[in-house]
């Protein structure tokens, strides 16, 4: 097993055999299984980051008093290797997740980890379990980066103490649908964030919070949630882990602005990106409840779709509430969703240019 740059390795001394692999790999269900190894680098006050290591995936010893378990300081991220045509391994943006996992980290008053070392750890784990990456259609390796705070003690204030770990999973779509309209259902009785909190970090609370509502979604057979804003109640925030968008019948696409309450996606930076290379009109503005469920019955809202690293581009086909019921289109992915979808999905697994220079090589 090669050296990693900064890394040392222990390798597992248990790997899973080439054919439990290659039976994992032939149709990996969404973050269900997982690699051989996870990357790990420990920080403690007053030391710094320290013990840069890559080491065999399995459990982690945690006291009972452990301040995460208590007070829940943590993040984390998500992000993807994608086997390329000619069976180079490249990772998309990593550097954005980075970025964004410092602010995240700066929120949740935990230490902030250059960004050269969180790609560093990503890549050291991707070169080490590179034979885990798949390459049939639709599939990748999903990387999930998380930080959390292990001091034991019980009292509010920082952890003096904090791990951060990688660790990989093969995976195939999402949705167990597939590339499908996705029924929505729209909360209109409690919030993912609201001002001043943390929406714009991504860290466990913020799903935790989402759970009740996302059990009601499934309740009225949806699969996933849309929130509203905090304040009036009105407007479109983002779904439980997705953000949103909306493609009007004149072509403009509108989607909601990363005002410190909604995540500020990467994949959705990307997508809007390129539909303004395109010569596209994109708003980021607020968008009513009311403007969306009037213009999907008058036919002014042409498409809606979700966006998110796990999910990638999903079209969205009805809406759903307490009091209406609406279907976007005519409940079928839309040209546009479709479109945008294959142009960045391409460009991910290398098969067209990537003129924004977002991919990253690791292998």
């Not at 999402?174 to 029924?183: H, L, M, Q, T, W």
């Not at 005519?330 to 990537?354: F, H, K, N």
């Amino acid at each position: 097993m090669a050296s990693q740059p900064g890394f040392s390795i222990e390798p597992n001394p248990n790997p899973r055999t080439d054919a439990e692999r290659e039976a994992e790999l032939a149709c990996p269900a969404f973050g269900q299984a997982f690699t051989d190894h996870m990357a790990r680098v420990s920080w403690r006050a007053g030391e710094g980051w320290v013990e840069r290591r890559i080491v065999p995936y399995g459990s982690i010893e945690l006291q009972p008093a452990a301040s995460v378990l208590h007070y829940a300081q943590e993040i984390f991220e998500g992000l993807k290797a994608y086997r390329q045509p000619d069976g180079q391994i490249w990772t998309f943006r990593p550097f954005a997740n980075a970025e964004r996992f410092t602010r995240s980290a700066r929120r949740m008053a935990l230490p902030e980890l250059d960004p050269q070392d969180f790609v560093a750890a990503v890549d050291a784990l991707v070169r080490v379990d590179q034979s885990w990456v798949p390459g049939g259609e639709g599939t990748s390796l999903y990387l999930r980066p998380f930080m959390f705070a292990t001091e034991p003690f019980i009292g509010v204030r920082p952890s003096r103490s904090v791990e951060f770990y990688v660790i990989a999973s093969p995976v195939g779509s999402y949705f167990a649908s597939g590339v499908a309209p996705v029924k929505i259902w729209v909360e209109q009785e409690t919030h993912r964030a609201g001002p001043g909190g943390t929406g714009a970090a991504k860290c466990g609370g913020n799903y935790a919070g989402s759970m009740a509502a996302q059990e009601a979604a499934y309740a009225h057979g949806c699969e996933q949630v849309l929130y509203l804003d905090a304040v009036s109640g009105t407007d479109l925030e983002e779904l439980g882990g997705m953000n949103i968008a909306v493609v009007m019948a004149d072509g403009t696409i509108a989607t909601p602005p990363t005002s410190g309450t909604i995540l500020e996606g990467v994949t959705r930076s990307a997508i809007m990106q390129l539909l303004r290379d395109r010569g596209a009109k994109v708003e980021e503005r607020p968008i009513g409840l009311a403007e969306v469920i009037d213009g999907a019955r008058n036919g002014r809202v042409a498409e809606m779709f979700a966006c998110g690293t796990a999910a990638v581009v999903t079209p969205i086909g009805s809406l759903h509430g307490k009091d209406f019921s609406v279907t976007v289109g005519d409940g079928t992915p839309g040209t546009l969703t479709m479109s945008v979808r294959a142009e960045l999905t391409d460009i991910q697994y290398g098969r067209a240019p990537d003129p924004h220079n977002w991919r990253h090589r690791v292998v």
